[in-house]
């Protein structure tokens, strides 16, 4: 509902406009809220909160209430709007990690669970995965790579347009591509993972759903988080495809079975040798 809200914010008349601030600035707040109280603390008139109930899809307040307390049920964090330009810094702590709670809670309620599971059988059949992201989702393509491998897959990860687009191109039939983007428009990622699909790869995405790459994709995972990023670089995003990541690669460490410790293991001897000894200070 709160992104419903947000997003009808321009359609709304001045006096609707007003109402609907006060709303996604105090979401619990209004659940409590007779139509009387509501009108009184956001000083609008009763007829203006019953044209924007309707304006945002409901057919009454009673309505608006129940389906505003399911959204907050379903995860919504408490300061649901993004720092203002003169947020003070114990708002930015709390809005920005509320925001991130908030996405994380509303991906796992929308994350279908047969498409991870047909992720997952398509990572554990894989000959080999590839991890493709530009930018901020490079990083998170790495930070996946860095957990498969680990479990004894052939897997790398690459950042560079040209680079994964010669990859893909020579990939064959039984390899994986996981393709990372929060639009899913990237133009040089939705090229790379159509030569992926023509020679013969399959191709899971991480992406807002509706996008392009998710229509291209064999099994695409939605993490659909809305951001602005014309000032910020992309924050809850990042976080949401990380988590995706996880999940998969627990999966897939579950499906890998009694293989699995030994290849830990052999890791781990590995990790500790460049550690030093612990002398108990």
């Known amino acids: 509902m709160l992104n419903r809200i947000e997003a009808t914010l321009t359609q709304l008349r001045p006096s609707e406009r007003k109402l609907a601030t006060y709303v ?21 008139s009763q007829p203006t909160i019953a044209r924007f109930c309707q304006a945002v899809g409901c057919s009454g ?11 907050i049920a ?12 003169d947020e003070p810094v114990p708002g930015i702590a709390s809005k920005v990690l509320d925001r991130t709670i908030g996405s994380l809670m509303q991906v796992r309620n929308n994350l279908s669970p047969d498409s991870i599971g047909e992720a997952i059988e398509l990572l554990a059949s894989a000959r080999r995965i590839e991890f493709y992201g530009a930018g ?8 996946m790579q860095h957990k498969f491998f680990r479990l004894g897959v052939p897997a790398v990860a690459y950042s560079d347009p040209h680079v994964y687009g010669m990859s893909a191109a020579l990939l064959k039939e039984g390899d994986v591509v996981v393709a990372i983007s929060n639009t899913g428009r990237t133009q040089d990622l939705l090229e790379a993972t159509q030569l992926a699909r023509t020679a013969g790869a ?59 410790p030994s290849q830990l293991a052999r890791a781990k001897e590995v990790i ?9 200070k």
């Not at 500790?272 to 108990?280: I, L, M, Q, S, Y």
């Open 202 to 260: 399959s191709v899971i995405a991480i992406t807002h759903s509706n996008s392009p790459l998710a229509r291209q994709a064999s099994v695409a995972l939605f993490a659909d988080v809305d951001e602005d990023t014309d000032v910020y670089s992309p924050l809850t995003s990042r976080i949401a495809h990380l988590a995706i990541g996880d999940v998969l690669a627990v999966g897939m460490a579950l499906r890998l079975g009694d293989r699995l």
């Open 136 to 143: 901020a989702s490079g990083i998170a393509a790495q930070d």
């Open 24 to 44: 996604l600035d105090a979401p619990r707040e209004v659940v409590d809220l007779s139509m009387n109280e509501l009108a009184e603390r956001a000083n609008v």
């Open 74 to 85: 379903r995860g919504v964090p408490f300061v649901h709007r993004d720092v203002r330009p």
């Open 61 to 71: 307040y009673r309505e608006f209430k129940i389906r505003l307390a399911q959204g």
């Open 272 to 280: 500790n040798r460049r550690r030093t000894a612990n002398d108990g």
